[in-house]
Every structure is written in structure tokens, then in C-alpha cells.
């Protein structure tokens, strides 16, 4: 990509795609609280330049993180407020990893919180049906590899954040552009 992005560089409308990431960065966040119970503020440790190493290791802090990229790239996908190629780009490439690790992060610290003994117990004492004659809860999977909804459900907008990158690159003929 070749351009400044500053005031003399070209502008371009926003493409669909990024357009559509007010809505995407919106589910995403909720997702992030929910799966990691991510509180409403968050500290960051600045004392020192090595404070980081233990926060950027806890997954909350790292879901954290990622919903305050979320945070800005919903604002950017706003109609009139203006961004650049190189922004987007940067601004989805800085939350892959975290989105990426998001699922297994949900199941280590669902694992984690999980009263193993308890609920080996209620495998063997769970009838079919309760004394009232309702259906007990959905039945567990049948593999191991089946795969849960909401984790698919999240892979489809991650790669929607994808889609608006390659839009953007793709309007913007692979320069750096101004989008409005």
C-alpha cells in the first residue's frame, strides 16, 4: 500500500462490509462479556513499562482489550466519521489473536469454574423425565467434535471483520484512502 492517509489522500464512500460492522462489533462485545464475565471497567497497570506481563496473560484482560478495539472499530464503521485503509486493517489485525483464542478462553474458564464431582453425580441420578413429566435438558452431544452454535455463530462474524478488511483494501484500489 503506498499513500500518506493524510489530508491530500483520496476519498472513498465506506463499503458495505465495514458499514456492516456497527451491528457484527455489537454482538461481538456482548459475546466477549458473556463467555469471559467481563466486568464494566477494567484497569490498566501502567507503573511500569513491564507492569503488562501479568494482565496481558489473564484472559479477561485480554477479552477486555479486544472489546475496546471493538469499541473503536464500531465508531469507524459509522456512516461520516472517518477512517483510513491502514486503521482498518490495523484495527482488525490487532483483534485476531484475541478473537481467535476467544472460544478456548470461554472453555477453560467454563471448565475451570465447573463443580466436576457435582456434575458427574447428576449424570447418574438424571431420569429422562422429571416427576412433573417434562422433558429433561437437551441431551449431550453425541461426538466430541459436534460444534456448539454460538462458537460458530462467533467464527461467522470474525470473519465478517475479514470481509470489511478485504472491502476496504479493495476500494481503496490498495492504497492508502480516506473513507467517509
Known amino acids: 500500500m503506498s499513500g500518506d492517509g493524510g489530508a491530500g489522500a483520496r476519498t472513498v464512500a465506506k463499503p458495505d462490509e465495514l458499514l456492516a460492522l456497527h451491528d457484527v462489533t455489537g454482538e461481538m462485545f456482548a459475546t466477549l462479556r458473556r463467555w469471559l464475565s467481563v466486568p464494566s471497567s477494567v484497569t490498566l497497570d501502567l507503573s511500569d513499562v513491564d507492569a503488562a506481563v501479568t494482565q496481558l496473560g489473564d484472559p479477561v484482560m485480554i477479552a477486555a482489550l479486544a472489546m475496546r478495539k471493538l469499541q473503536a472499530l464500531r465508531l469507524l464503521s459509522l456512516p461520516g466519521v472517518r477512517t483510513t485503509t491502514d486503521v482498518v ?23 475451570a469454574a465447573t463443580d466436576w464431582d457435582q456434575e458427574l453425580a447428576g449424570l447418574s441420578e438424571a431420569p429422562s423425565h422429571t416427576s412433573s413429566g417434562s422433558p429433561s435438558p437437551a441431551p449431550a452431544p453425541e461426538s466430541a467434535d459436534e460444534e456448539d452454535p454460538e462458537v460458530e455463530r462467533f467464527k461467522d462474524l470474525h470473519g465478517r471483520l475479514h470481509a470489511a478488511v478485504f472491502a476496504v483494501i479493495e476500494a481503496s484500489d490498495g492504497e492508502i484512502c480516506q473513507f467517509e
Do not use: F, N, T
Open 89 to 111: 486493517v490495523a484495527m482488525v489485525s490487532d483483534l485476531d489473536r484475541a478473537l481467535i483464542q476467544a472460544p478456548a478462553m470461554r472453555l477453560k474458564r467454563q471448565a
